[in-house]
């Protein structure tokens, strides 16, 4: 078959696909995966680890009301990249996105009801995406919910210089890449744990391994790096962290890359681990007295 | 072997869970009706229904259905019901919503699909308890409301496991009657059972299965007839039973002809039922005796187990 055959071929089949009921059959795997994943108590320790910089932001707020004067904004600013980019990036939204998206397939596996998905009239690839969605609108609002409240309570202790620092310093536009970031956080770790899922019956070891390989890829070549979520967060991250000791690993930028290669680079691995996705669903079976 | 678009096609097909045997070698092809699979437990008839509808993949062989395999799960599973014998629930979920939501995903609109819902709970006699939690049931109403969710999008091929097990007796009269009705308009119902007497009573054929094999398959006289090793038990209720036993002894296929206790009954076990049926008409029209009633005491699905696979379940 010549290269132009293939083409043609590929084309009609595209068009041949029933892409208006694949649309609607995501919104309601997305709208049942939110149902299911968000409002549960199961998840109560997901809301904790998003919650937990802003309650301890919160109180230190609260502690420091009467002494606003010995806070500096630059340092606080120093304060908030760490939270967002120690501890979101690298426990917080990894673990969070391990619960989530990890539970999406082997969860009803344990609960024994990935049945009814596999029963009624949906591709297995639009399972996958409907499901990946599903994970991302929950782990996506929870966080950029919890990264914007962390940004409130930093900033509005400062009065009328909070406000100046936000609205006509450098505030709104650190704001906007942190959620940019926090969104690609999850979208990204998301994929990856997905695919552990469908690989692993017990995806906690290789997410922990997920862990150490992310802690230390910056000591690695380029290329190894670009397969690392982190790498690609670090290069938009607006505020470059001053950390010394051990932690400073965390902070290593190996191969500066523009915004634009780090959000589609990351995008594409975020496709490329779907699409991996996509073929391991098909190996899934439902024997449940395996798992 | 082409498959069919009316048929239920299985060429070949074996299912190993590791060194576990599921099933092996499975040949047959079902026509429109109802089926039952008839088997002890781990016979692999749950292995064969979830490989019928692709929850798991054939170590080798294909399977049809309708002529579509798995690969088209929007063609196929519009065509297929499957009420699997898994208990379980999505967490929360009501009665209604457990019908509703499968049916959206078929892509019917929201008035079409609830529709369907409210026509699916009435048929299964659940559109009282619906806005409840199915958490809230009793085994009974879980296993109606999976029916009903298997036969909300009208399948034309209904697979059910066990699907009369935790019903009252009223409620498996009205299940069998819903499957009655369901292959009376050409469907296929495959139906694995261990009510064997209500299997009987329903099934147009069976397929029975011990330890992963298929040992006999097709209508229920047809599987009777080839079990050679059991003479065939007859059951004549005439005038004069020591006549027509002694008449029934001089065939050599008779091995036996029992007069029953109310003496007016003879019980003839044979190897050559035709032949014999040929004797009773030369006796009634010579006016030897008068027959009130002659039927196969053995010809049910009950006999045809425990010949072949015996009480215990390992092939006899």
Redesign the interface.
């Given at each position: 078959m010549s290269v132009q055959e293939s083409i043609t071929r590929a084309q009609r089949t595209l068009k041949e696909q029933?892409w208006q009921?694949y649309a609607?059959?995501i919104s309601?795997?997305v709208r049942?995966g939110v149902r299911?994943n968000l409002f549960?108590r199961r998840r109560v320790w997901v809301y904790l680890l998003a919650l937990i910089p802003v309650l301890i932001l919160v109180t230190h707020n609260i502690v420091s009301r009467y002494n606003v004067e010995t806070l500096s904004l630059q340092n606080e600013t120093e304060v908030l990249a760490g939270i967002i980019q120690l501890y979101y990036f690298r426990l917080g939204i990894f673990f969070a996105c391990m619960g989530i998206f990890t539970w999406l397939f082997r969860g009803e596996m344990v609960?024994?009801?990935l049945?009814?998905q596999?029963?009624?009239?949906?591709?297995?690839e639009v399972l996958v995406v409907g499901k990946f969605l599903a994970g991302a609108i929950i782990s996506v609002a929870l966080f950029e919910a919890a990264v914007f409240a962390c940004f409130y309570l930093t900033y509005s202790r400062f009065g009328s210089a909070g406000r100046f620092y936000v609205f006509d310093g450098p505030g709104l536009s650190q704001l906007g890449s942190y959620l940019l970031v926090t969104a690609l956080a999850c979208l990204g770790y998301g994929a990856v744990f997905l695919a552990l899922s469908l690989l692993f019956k017990n995806p906690i070891i290789p997410g922990a391994m997920l862990m150490g390989w992310e802690a230390i890829a910056p000591i690695f070549p380029a290329w190894a790096q670009r397969l690392s979520v982190t790498f690609y967060l670090k290069h938009l991250c607006p505020v470059t962290l001053p950390v010394d000791g051990p932690m400073a690993i965390f902070t290593v930028v190996a191969e500066p890359v523009s915004p634009f290669v780090a959000v589609s680079g990351l995008l594409c691995l975020t496709i490329a681990i779907l699409v991996l996705s996509c073929f391991l669903i098909h190996r899934i079976?439902?024997?449940?007295t395996?798992e | 072997m082409m498959p069919d678009d009316r048929q239920i096609v299985f060429e070949n097909v074996s299912k190993f869970?590791g060194e576990v045997l599921g099933v092996n070698k499975v040949n047959f092809s079902l026509e429109p009706g109802i089926t039952s699979l008839v088997g002890p437990n781990g016979s692999g008839k749950t292995t064969l229904m979830?490989l019928l509808?692709?929850?798991?993949?054939p170590s080798q062989g294909s399977i049809h259905v309708l002529g579509l395999t798995t690969h088209q799960?929007?063609?196929?599973?519009?065509q297929?019901?499957?009420c699997?014998q898994?208990d379980?629930?999505?967490?929360?979920t009501n009665g209604y919503d457990f019908i509703y939501?499968?049916l959206?995903?078929?892509?019917f609109d929201h008035d079409q699909a609830a529709k369907l819902t409210n026509e699916a709970l009435e048929r299964s006699g659940m559109a009282q308890v619906a806005r409840r939690k199915v958490a809230g049931y009793s085994k009974g109403m879980r296993q109606r409301i999976r029916l009903a969710q298997s036969i909300a999008h009208h399948p034309a091929v209904l697979v059910l496991d066990e699907p009369l097990n935790g019903l009252d007796p009223m409620a498996r009269a009205e299940s069998i009657a819903l499957f009655q009705s369901i292959a009376q308009q050409g469907m296929h119902v495959i139906i694995s059972s261990h009510i064997l007497e209500e299997v009987d009573r329903i099934s147009d054929r069976v397929v029975l299965m011990s330890s992963g094999y298929v040992v006999a398959e097709g209508q229920i006289r047809e599987v009777r007839q080839e079990v050679r090793d059991h003479p065939m038990q007859i059951l004549v209720r005439c005038s004069n039973a020591a006549k027509l036993a002694s008449a029934a002894f001089e065939l050599d296929h008779v091995v036996e002809a029992k007069i029953l206790t109310d003496g007016q009954s003879v019980l003839v076990r044979t190897r050559d039922a035709e032949q014999f049926y040929l004797l009773l008409n030369k006796v009634v029209s010579g006016g030897l005796v008068e027959v009130d009633a002659v039927a196969p005491a053995d010809d049910d699905v009950n006999s045809i187990y425990q010949y072949l696979i015996g009480s215990d379940g390992s092939p006899a």
């Open positions: 029933p009921l609607s059959q309601v795997l049942n299911r549960t609960e024994r009801t049945h009814y596999f029963l009624v009239p949906v591709r297995k079976e439902i024997t449940y395996a | 869970y979830n509808t692709g929850l798991i993949r799960p929007v063609e196929f599973f519009r297929v019901g499957y699997t898994f379980s629930f999505p967490p929360g939501w499968p959206r995903l078929h892509g």
